[in-house]
């Protein structure tokens, strides 16, 4: 069983920046992709950036491209979300995702094809 905890989750004004993180129960290589995902108040959850293990290409979503990175580190088992510019619409609830089954003749992000294993989310507010 994986195990996905998220953290960094706070309270931020508008043009500021967070540090999101997903620490994994197991190594970060096993998995096939794994991904961060945002689902604003009464909204679906949607994909926000997601990274393949075995050749570390990253999707993002086109409304934060350039103003949010994902990166990981595999010593630590985590992977982080790093959030700058935030914007009132980046509020709501992220989860880190990951995907064990791997893909073959997939185009675009792995996340698209669903994930096996989900973290119970961690919370983004932004106001001023």
């Known amino acids: 069983q994986v195990q996905l905890t998220e953290s960094g989750g706070y309270l931020a004004q508008p043009g500021g920046s967070l540090r999101l993180s997903c620490a994994a129960s197991?190594?970060?290589?096993?998995?096939?992709?794994i991904g961060w995902f945002h689902q604003a108040p009464g909204d679906e959850r949607e994909e926000v950036a997601c990274?393949?293990?075995?050749?570390?290409?990253?999707y993002y979503r086109d409304s934060i491209k350039g103003r949010f990175t994902m990166s990981r580190d595999n010593a630590k088992n985590t992977v982080y979300l790093q959030m700058n510019s935030l914007k009132p619409e980046d509020m709501g609830v992220y989860y880190c995702?990951?995907?064990?089954?791997?893909?073959?003749?997939?185009?675009?992000?792995?996340?698209?094809?669903?994930?096996?294993?989900w973290g119970w989310g961690t919370l983004v507010s932004v106001s001023s």
């Open positions: 990274i393949r293990s075995h050749d570390n290409n990253i």
């Open positions: 197991g190594s970060t290589l096993d998995y096939y992709a």
């Open positions: 995702a990951v995907r064990s089954v791997p893909l073959r003749n997939s185009t675009g992000s792995p996340c698209n094809y669903g994930m096996n294993y």
